[in-house]
T-cell receptor, first 115, second 116 residues
Framework: AQSVTQPDIHITVSEGASLELRCNYS??????LFWYVQSPGQGLQLLLK??????LVQGIKGFEAEFKRSQSSFNLRKPSVHWSDAAEYFC?????????????FGKGTKLSVKP | NAGVMQNPRHLVRRRGQEARLRCSPM?????VYWYRQLPEEGLKFMVY????????ESGMPKERFSAEFPKEGPSILRIQQVVRGDSAAYFC??????????????FGPGTRLTVL
């Protein structure tokens, strides 16, 4: 069965420090991978996505993610965190297409930023 | 270009009442998805619809929940006889296609349902 694991429930980093959020997936084929961010009380905003090609993907707000097939991972990184990055981050996989259009989400990692 | 629109943003119902949640997809999008987010959880898929068709409802509870996406108008998620356990945030997403490089799902702001 397809699944997404985000091992870290809550991470706290200092403003200006680097950030890496982990995401591992279980999928039957080469997946489509996504990172979304959710601010409190808000909907989800797409940060970046991977479909094929270059395994290092650049997104909005200075985020990037690297697809590593051998590790079944798609970790999200940012070299220098800003206080406004405090939010919850969701990794998602899919869709398979056709009649299986849904995304499968991880449980999320909540990011806190210390001044 | 307007994004995905959902209304109401907040909905309060008493146990036993009906809740009706509306979603207007992005312009040109004909694929709509509904997800539910319980507290401290990620989003769980409920149903995938195209115009006038339910494509995949494998995530929908068997009773009390229904969804439609008519030829004209928004998609509707209907919950009959709500119970406290239905309290959650319900998100709608839309995409241009399904499967492939253009099938990115764009999410609405959600409807937060509270059942008293």
């Amino acid at each position: 069965a397809q699944s997404v694991t985000q091992p870290d429930i809550h991470i706290t980093v200092s403003e200006g420090a680097s950030l890496e959020l982990r995401c591992n997936y279980s999928y039957g084929a080469t997946p489509y991978l996504f990172w979304y961010v959710q601010s409190p009380g808000q909907g989800l905003q797409l940060l970046l996505k991977y479909f094929s090609g270059d395994t290092l993907v650049q997104g909005i707000k200075g985020f990037e993610a690297e697809f590593k097939r051998s590790q079944s991972s798609f970790n999200l990184r940012k070299p220098s965190v800003h206080w406004s990055d405090a939010a919850e981050y969701f990794c998602a996989v899919g869709p398979l297409g056709g009649s299986q259009g849904n995304l499968i989400f991880g449980k999320g990692t909540k990011l806190s930023v210390k001044p | 270009n307007a994004g995905v629109m959902q209304n109401p943003r907040h909905l309060v119902r008493r146990r036993g009442q009906e809740a009706r949640l509306r979603c207007s997809p992005m312009k040109g999008h004909s694929h709509v998805y509904w997800y539910r987010q319980l507290p401290e959880e990620g989003l769980k898929f409920m149903v995938y619809l195209q115009k006038e068709n339910i494509i995949d409802e494998s995530g929908m509870p068997k009773e009390r929940f229904s969804a439609e996406f008519p030829k004209e108008g928004p998609s509707i998620l209907r919950i009959q006889q709500v119970v406290r356990g239905d309290s959650a945030a319900y998100f709608c997403a839309s995409s241009l296609t399904s499967g492939g490089a253009t099938d990115t799902q764009y999410f609405g702001p959600g409807t937060r349902l509270t059942v008293l």
